[in-house]
C-alpha cells in the first residue's frame, strides 16, 4: 500500500485536535489517535505524518510508564495539562514524543511510534540524511518515519525544542490534527522494546500500513 498524499490545503484544513480530546485515558486516547494528522510548520516548510502505530503509558501504576516513581523534573510534563509534548532521549543516539494525557495532576501518556508520511516527503527525507523520489516503493520510504526515533527524527522533534510544548495551541510550530480519516482496522499487541509490564496490551496500529514498525500483522 502506497502513502496516500495530501496537499498543502488538505494539511492546513486539518481541525486541531482540542484539549478536551487528551483529557480521557491513554488508552482510549492511543486507539483516537491512529490515523490522525502530526504537523510540523519550520518557517514557509510545512510537513505533515498520519499516526499508525502508537503505545498507551497508564502513568503511576504503570511500572513501564516514566510516571511510575512520581512526579520529577524529568517527567513534570505527564502531569500537567494534557496535550503537551514529553520528549526523551533513549539509548544515546535517538528521541522520543509523548502526548500528556488525563486532567491535570492525573500522569498518562501516549507514545508515538510510526507515522505515514503525507506531505513534505522530501524535506522529511533530507531531514533523516536519505534521498528521495516519487517513485521509490513504500518498503524503502519506510526509511523515513517507521519507528520513533526516525519519526522525531524526521520532524526535527528534539527535547530541546519541543518538550512540554502545546500540542493543541495555533500557536504552536508542532501540533495534531484531524483531517476526517478514520482507519478502517485497528490491531491491538503487547507493547514492544520494554521489559517492565510487558505483557500488557497496550500497543495499537493500522493493520496492513507499511509504515508500522517492529513485528507487524497483515
Known amino acids: 500500500m502506497a502513502p ?3 496537499t498543502a490545503a488538505g494539511v492546513r484544513a486539518a481541525r486541531r485536535l482540542s484539549r478536551g480530546f487528551f483529557q480521557r485515558d491513554p488508552i482510549t486516547v492511543a486507539r483516537a489517535l491512529l490515523g490522525k494528522l502530526l504537523i510540523r510548520r519550520d518557517g514557509r516548510i510545512l510537513i505533515a505524518g498520519r499516526i499508525v502505530e ?3 503509558y497508564l502513568g503511576q501504576e504503570d511500572p513501564a510508564a516514566h510516571a511510575h516513581a512520581g512526579l520529577t523534573a524529568r517527567n513534570f510534563v505527564l502531569f500537567g495539562p494534557p496535550g503537551h509534548a514529553y520528549v526523551y532521549f533513549i539509548y544515546g ?3 522520543c514524543l509523548n502526548v500528556s494525557c488525563q486532567p ?10 510510526a ?3 503525507v506531505f513534505g516527503l522530501a524535506a522529511m527525507s533530507r531531514t533523516r ?3 528521495y523520489s516519487p517513485s521509490l516503493p513504500p518498503s ?4 523515513i518515519s517507521s519507528g520513533p526515533g526516525r519519526m522525531c527524527e524526521a520532524l526535527g522533534i528534539t527535547r530541546l525544542r519541543d518538550n512540554n510544548k502545546d500540542l493543541t495551541s495555533r500557536e504552536s510550530d508542532l501540533w495534531l490534527a484531524d483531517d476526517g480519516f478514520c482507519p478502517e482496522d485497528i490491531v491491538t499487541t503487547p507493547r514492544i522494546g520494554i521489559t517492565k509490564a ?4 497496550l500497543r495499537f496500529f493500522v493493520r496492513g500500513n507499511p509504515f508500522v514498525s517492529g513485528k507487524r500483522i497483515a
Request: glycine fraction near 10%.
Open 4 to 6: 496516500q498524499p495530501l
Open 198 to 201: 510487558a505483557e500488557r496490551p
Open 93 to 95: 543516539n535517538h528521541y
Open 115 to 117: 507515522m505515514e508520511p
Open 140 to 143: 524503502q520510504l519506510r526509511a
Open 104 to 113: 491535570e495532576g492525573q500522569a498518562g501518556c501516549v507514545l508515538f511510534r
Open 129 to 131: 540524511g536519505l534521498v
Open 54 to 56: 502508537d503505545e498507551a
